[in-house]
């Protein structure tokens, strides 16, 4: 099947923008709900304090930090893949991208919220801004946190002028298609854009160059979110193995976010003319290879402790493997890695559906993981006599909760506002030139893909 | 007269209009072409395509570079903080900063280069048609001489159904 004319990709791609129906604004109010109860809790737990949570003395990190890197590394599923797409000039990427790149802007938003209500008094959040203070106090450019600070801004600045530059053109099509008022708001967002030959070859130099930058820049993200626990000495956590851990499980459980994301919105949009199965089987095999990965890393892990025999490393080691921890871990493993080889590696199983419930396993055993290294490494550190436990408590639940309704309430509204799709690339790759595709990539231009 | 163009169907029209144009002498910086996608396959393309976005955007990395490096001496010498033995000056820590700041430098760049060298931010720009949105594909000449349109609607009249419009 060939893609739609142009007429018809602009009409199909702009209807959500200009049609709205009752089930919107109904999503739109039930989510906004739970929001709305998630920031009350939030604003609850401040008046109240950190009594409200299960989080102690021992354990003081728990169901928040646990989220702070879930959502960054979901986070990874937008830009990184689409920047590694662009630049390797994969035509089947272009109904992807954007797609993916919103779900980094508001993963990493959501993400970095956390460690702010984790403060206890996020007003003082200013203190780990590096300015000079009326008290001479600046931070201490040795502390992970403060590596946090700068490399999750860096990469939400890349990320959403990432996402935001290639929107421009797409402004200027609904401001071109649209009257009254929708018109002057989309007229000022596509900043004059006109479509020039030099417009154009500026945009796509400058999405080349920050697609260069933004690689490095993703992997250092999550690298260093595995120094907030790799640069203390806490059983488990004092590995060199971290870093590219970490990177790797973000980008596995981006990419089931991805999954779903696409395949929600291929659903309601109705978008089965733009997202075909080949994209679900694509990122299933990307799926079932970052699975392989993971349980990789896992094994190394793993043995490494088992093999070393540290007294205080094989306590987190057992409790996790046969104790107290161990049907999460199993279930971790589970869904992590037996669901996502059995289903994305059986070509039949590979479908849309496949490819969904592979994700939804893999999201639910990439959070089991955070929670798994945060938890038991600090509820049995060296000293026995500080062990502890954690039970969350209904406070970090509902904010829990409230975090996933914004992630889907904000995504919600950006598909209602913006094209999902980007319409000039898709349409760009309609008509593929052959400057545009190197001899390597020739065979995947967008106008061969067969669903 | 503040500008002069056609609206054509498909790039090789398009194509054939901006040859038109070159042969009644307009330089190609004055030729601006305007289409709803980029048109990579066609000589047009080229025009105002050179850039020195990638150096400025090196530059920028520079500076992103050298401010971090200045930020985390200045803070860390003004202001020591002792720190687990670690010496007061730590450059391992201090790399990941440096590295954050000139990425986010050459970003920046990239994108100041994009906003003022592609004229974002202009309201009312002089030569556009909404029809570019429906797939035609614009050619026109901005400000034209007297002198010289009569030259320019012979070049850009590539077959009788061509309407020339002005502005």
């Known amino acids: 099947m060939k893609l739609p004319s142009d007429e018809t990709i602009t009409s199909d791609l702009l209807h959500p923008l200009l049609n709205t129906s009752w089930r919107f604004y109904l999503l739109v109010a039930f989510l906004g709900g739970i929001v709305v109860m998630g920031l009350g809790t939030w604003l609850f737990q401040m008046i109240m304090g950190f009594g409200l949570t299960g989080i102690n003395n021992t354990i003081f990190w728990a169901f928040y930090i646990t989220n702070f890197v879930f959502w960054i590394g979901i986070s990874h599923a937008g830009t990184l893949i689409s920047a590694i797409l662009r630049l390797v000039n994969a035509g089947w990427r272009r109904p992807v991208t954007r797609c993916a790149e919103v779900i ?31 008290r001479m106090i600046w931070p201490n450019f040795r502390s992970p946190l403060v590596w946090d600070f700068f490399a999750i801004n860096t990469y939400l600045t890349g990320s959403l002028l990432f996402l935001i530059l290639p929107m421009i053109p797409d402004f200027a099509i609904v401001r071109d298609k649209s009257t009254g008022l929708r018109r002057k708001i989309y007229g000022v967002l596509a900043l004059g854009w006109r479509g020039t030959t030099k417009q154009w070859h500026r945009l796509e130099t400058a999405m080349s160059i920050m697609a260069v930058a933004i690689i490095p820049v993703a992997v250092s993200v999550h690298t260093i979110v595995s120094f907030d626990f790799s640069m203390a000495p806490v059983p488990m956590w004092h590995s060199t193995i971290f870093g590219p851990y970490f990177v790797a499980g973000a980008i596995f459980s981006g990419i089931a976010g991805l999954i779903i994301a696409m395949a929600t919105l291929r659903k309601l949009l109705h978008l089965e003319n733009y997202l075909y199965p080949l994209h679900f089987q694509n990122l299933g095999k990307l799926l079932l290879m970052m699975s392989l990965l993971w349980g990789y890393f896992v094994f190394n892990e793993r043995l490494t402790v088992w093999y070393g025999n540290d007294e205080a490393e094989m ?92 992630m889907v309430l904000l995504y919600t509204l950006f598909a209602k506002f913006v094209p999902i799709i980007s319409i000039w690339e898709l349409k760009a790759g309609k008509h593929p030139s052959p400057a545009l595709f190197p001899e390597g990539a020739r065979e995947h231009p967008l106008g061969e893909i067969h669903p | 007269m503040k500008a002069l163009y056609a609206l054509y169907p498909d790039g090789h029209a398009a194509e054939r209009a901006v040859d038109g144009l070159r042969k009644a002498g307009v330089t190609d910086n004055d030729i601006t072409v305007i289409s709803a996608q ?100 614009l050619v026109g000449v901005e400000n034209p001489r007297e002198a010289s349109i009569p030259d320019l609607q012979k070049a850009l009249q590539i077959h009788p159904s061509v309407s020339l419009k002005t502005i």
């Open chain 1, 315 to 406: 306590n987190v080691f057992w409790v996790t493997q046969s104790g107290s921890f161990s049907p999460l871990f199993w279930t971790m493993v589970t869904a992590n890695f037996v669901i996502p080889v059995i289903v994305l590696g059986i070509k039949r199983f590979r479908t849309i559906t496949g490819c969904v419930i592979a994700s939804f396993g893999v999201c639910i055993g990439m959070w089991l993981e955070r929670f798994l290294i945060v938890v038991p490494s600090l509820g049995h550190k060296y000293l026995p006599y500080s062990w502890g436990t954690y039970t969350p408590r209904p406070v970090e639940l509902m904010i829990t909760t409230a975090t996933f309704a914004a």
């Open chain 1, 104 to 134: 980094t802007a508001f993963a990493l938003m959501i993400g970095a919220l956390f460690p702010i209500i984790h403060l206890g008094r996020p007003w003082l959040f200013f203190w780990l801004v590096p300015y000079p203070s009326s």
């Open chain 2, 38 to 137: 980029p048109m990579e396959g066609f000589n047009f393309s080229h025009i105002g395509h050179k850039t020195y976005m990638w150096h400025i955007a090196c530059v920028g990395g520079l500076v992103g570079f050298l401010t971090a490096t200045g930020l985390a001496y200045i803070t860390e010498t003004s202001w020591p903080i002792p720190t687990g033995g670690m010496p007061i000056l730590s450059w391992w820590p201090n790399l990941i900063i440096m590295f954050e700041l000139t990425m986010l430098g050459a970003i920046l760049a990239a994108v100041m280069t994009l906003i003022v060298t592609a004229r974002l931010g202009r309201r009312r720009p002089v030569l556009y048609d909404p029809e570019v949105t429906d797939g035609k594909i």
